[in-house]
């Protein structure tokens, strides 16, 4: 056999060998190439008939462990609501009422300075509609919504859910979504149910698995939030706080010395004190209760970020702080102590919670404005959140009469009443007083007046803790202050510890991030000089605010920033420096927080100012592009917003759809990291080493 003899019994095999490996490659590649486009929520839907013609729509979620999906009633400003759109609502059907949420959790969001709401677990979403067509075959609805972790996804979720063909069918099997999650634009809105008028595709619709469905109803409830286990230890501090006052403390001895005395044995001593703290907490927790029933957990949720609630609360807290403070007492009539003590003098366990509650009553000048605060928080809060705090603070409360009785003992170690007593008043005062502000800060924030930026805030922050400070070491002396002969130990390292505080606030003036207090001032750029007083922000960047390229703005940390692709290529070809692309979003936490934390780093700040053009391309960015801009993805869908621009550029480009993504590519858009082409919400230490990495890869 010959050579080309030999090539031709060789080359069938081989060709198909070849080919068997590069369609096997091609495959791992495509797999490889999606393994980043992340569908945290799956989603099913269904239609329950309620009357002839109305009907309710359920839509039910499973996510993902360690995702949370943000609510609809996530307030302005925090991050991205879920967005509900009703296509072709016109003549054809009417909303009954907002859509309803199922369990939700809300926590407070130190980035955003609000209180967040999202689902765990579980998101379950119904709306009633009132059919006003007969000729309606399908109900079109749209989902946009956020869900993050370490990273975030805008998503999009399209229901086609066909009407019943009768109506004496009492529920349809539910439907699958139209098509799959695809990153879209996002809405910053609380009432989120819009009406939307919009060309419908056909759609195909396909049963539910039952299996998947039984997975939505089995699904356990969401644990509380985890902002409970605060408000509790808040609470039960406070509680411990409100002991040292001058109408608790004293009744201590006196009332476990009556139980002691008056009982037959010691072990019913104890009994009798253990009822009684056990009273004391009963009446509290109503409290809280109450304070839940009138309100309604909704309501609270939806109060926290009312400007009259806040208004309100901030006048409150001006009362207890000026009560506190010595000007007046708080106190109820004294007949309801009356009849409390007429009722505790008939002895049993009815005579010990009549004991208890006037406790309650004679100590409420000292205790109310305590009380009073944190059912303002916790109220702030929402749910439950009034039953825990009372909860923690009257186990606080509580707590000491029950030791106390059954070790008698310890009385002989309780410091004697004194003027100590009126001073840990005037500390709460205070410290009431630097709280009623905050509430002031979130009415201004929401109504945008800027009368209260931060570096009023934090003046007047540093006003109260400077003024707290001169009144521990006694230049300062109010109404009911003793004569101070010295100062005590406790009281110079208190007063320490607030004049090491006062000086900690004073460079918040200056741009500080004043990290400890990152959940009370406004945020950095609101305020009168968003890089610190007397700053231009320019840092040491070298160019200039004023002589800022085409299409640039100083960003976080002074650092200049391009938001226009075309525009930051530009720039970068001109001064010839790596680009870094920074796909992020408005409403992106861990955004935010790799800017405060990982941007600010002295290490990693000098290089993103000096060493690359940093283009930041907002994916959530609702700005609709002209008519001449817009297009059509593979896909088939229409890209009409910049920041649908900039997602399907993520997509396309980098095959995923999280943020923050960090990319860093040459001047024809080659990416420069080898072994991580991107990355994303990390620690420093590997930013800055992928940082450097990269800028050194480019020639």
């Known amino acids: 056999m010959n050579f080309n003899q030999s090539r031709q019994a060789i080359t069938p095999k081989s060709f198909w060998s070849k080919s068997i490996l590069f369609l096997l490659f091609f495959f791992f590649a495509f797999a490889n190439s999606n393994a980043q486009i992340l569908e945290p929520v799956k989603w099913t839907s269904k239609i329950e008939k309620k009357s002839e013609t109305n009907f309710v729509l359920i839509f039910d979620g499973i996510i993902e462990k360690d995702w949370h999906m943000y609510s609809q009633f996530t307030p302005e400003g925090g991050p991205l609501a879920l967005e509900i759109a009703f296509k072709n609502q016109k003549g054809n059907y009417n909303l009954v009422g907002k859509a309803k949420e199922g369990k939700t959790k809300t926590s407070f969001n130190d980035i955003f300075e609000v209180n967040e709401t999202y689902f765990e677990g579980k998101a379950h979403i119904e709306q009633e509609i009132k059919v006003i067509n007969p000729n309606l075959k399908t109900v079109e609805v749209e989902f946009d919504f956020q869900v993050c972790k370490e990273v975030c996804i805008n998503s999009n979720k399209k229901f086609s859910i066909a009407i019943p063909v009768t109506f004496k069918m009492e529920t349809v099997p539910a439907v699958t979504e139209a098509k799959k999650d695809e990153t879209k634009k996002e809405g910053l809105v609380v009432d989120t149910v819009v009406k939307k008028e919009a060309d419908s595709k056909v759609i195909k619709l396909e049963k539910i698995d039952n299996a998947t469905a039984k997975v939505v109803d089995d699904l ?56 009684y703290g056990l009273s004391i907490i009963a009446i509290y927790v109503i409290l809280g209760l109450i304070v839940t029933k009138i309100f309604g957990a909704d309501a609270l949720n939806a109060l926290s970020t009312d400007v009259w609630f806040n208004l309100i609360f901030f006048v409150i807290l001006i009362i207890f702080a000026t009560s506190f403070l010595g000007a007046f007492e708080i106190m109820l009539p004294n007949s309801w102590a009356n009849k409390a003590d007429q009722q505790a003098d008939k002895g049993g366990i009815i005579g010990i919670l009549f004991m208890a509650l006037a406790l309650a009553i004679v100590s409420f000048s000292c205790t109310g404005p305590i009380v009073g605060t944190l059912l303002v928080e916790a109220a702030s809060n929402g749910g439950i959140a009034p039953v825990v705090g009372m909860l923690g ?123 400890l207090i990152s959940a ?41 920033v391009f938001h226009d692709y075309e525009d930051g290529l530009a720039y970068a070809k001109s001064i010839n420096k790596p680009i870094m692309l920074d796909f992020t979003g408005y409403a992106c936490v861990n955004c935010r927080k790799m800017e405060n934390n990982v941007w600010s780093d002295e290490r990693v700040l000098p290089i993103l100012k000096n060493d690359v053009v940093l283009i930041s391309l907002y994916v959530d960015d609702k700005r609709e592009l002209p008519t001449d801009k817009q297009f059509l993805t593979a896909s088939g869908d229409k890209i009409e917003t910049v920041g649908d621009k900039w997602t399907e550029f993520m997509i396309s480009k980098y095959k995923t759809n999280t943020q923050p993504l960090y990319v860093i590519t040459d001047l024809e858009g080659n990416n420069l990291n080898s072994s991580k082409p991107t990355i994303s919400y990390v620690p420093t230490e590997e930013y800055l080493q992928w940082l450097k990495e990269g800028i050194s890869n480019f020639k």
Not at 232 to 255: D, H, K, Y
């Open 220 to 275: 356990d409830k969401p644990a509380p939030a985890r902002s409970l286990w605060s408000i509790f230890f808040i609470a039960f501090i406070s509680g411990f706080a409100a002991l040292l006052t001058p109408c608790v403390f004293p009744m201590i001895p006196m009332t476990v010395s009556f139980f002691t005395k008056q009982s037959k044995s010691r072990a019913k001593g104890i009994r009798n004190a253990i009822i």
């Open 393 to 515: 603070f009257s186990s606080a409360l509580a707590l000491p009469f029950m030791l106390f009785a059954m070790f008698p003992g310890w009385l002989n170690s309780l410091p004697k009443s004194g003027g100590w007593l009126n001073t840990v008043k005037v500390v709460l005062g205070f410290l009431e007083l630097a709280l009623a502000f905050k509430f002031l800060s979130n009415a201004d924030l929401v109504l945008q007046l800027h009368f209260l930026e931060r570096e009023v805030f934090i003046a007047i922050w540093i006003a109260i803790f400077a003024a707290l400070t001169l009144y521990l070491f006694g230049k300062i002396t109010l109404p009911h202050d003793s004569p101070l002969q010295h100062i005590s130990v406790g009281r110079l390292y208190l007063g320490i510890i607030t004049l090491v505080f006062t000086a900690y606030l004073i460079p918040g003036l200056w741009g500080a991030p004043l990290k």
């Open 520 to 560: 009370f001032p406004p945020p950095p750029q609101y305020s009168e000089s968003p890089f610190g007083v007397g700053s231009s922000g320019s840092g040491n960047t070298t160019t200039s605010e004023k002589g800022m390229p085409k299409g640039a703005e100083l960003g976080p940390h002074g650092i200049v």
